[in-house]
């Protein structure tokens, strides 16, 4: 791709631009709402994940909750200890489709 990022808008690009999405006459305007719906109802899904729940796509990947522990912390300018409380993280993990196109590009 020679870029370091690629945004929404270039993946609404690459969607559009698909020979299988003009047969159909579908508009760039309806492929970005179809792309944003998408996000957004992905995050909603990932907000709602209890801890052990997880969202699988296969041959894409696995969206989930990892539970972080409380801990101590320490500011590196003063040295002194900070309390970090326990929190929710969202993760990715690739899956095996996905591992695979990348190890034979």
């Not at 047969?23 to 305007?29: A, C, I, L, Q, T």
């Not at 894409?60 to 101590?72: N, P, S, Y």
Request: hydrophobic content about 30%; glycine content about 6%.
């Amino acid at each position: 791709m020679g870029r370091s990022k690629l945004t929404k808008s270039d993946i609404v690009d690459i969607v559009f631009e698909d020979n299988d999405i003009r047969e159909y006459g579908v508009s760039r305007r309806e492929v970005s709402l179809v792309v944003s719906k998408f996000i957004e109802k992905l995050r909603e899904s990932i907000e709602k994940l209890d801890d052990e729940d997880r969202i699988e796509l296969r041959g894409f990947g696995t969206f989930g909750i990892k539970k972080r522990r409380a801990r101590v912390a320490r500011n590196p300018k003063t040295g002194q200890q900070v309390d970090v409380p326990e929190r929710k993280s969202p993760y990715f993990k690739a899956g095996r489709d996905m591992k695979q196109s990348i190890l034979h590009n």
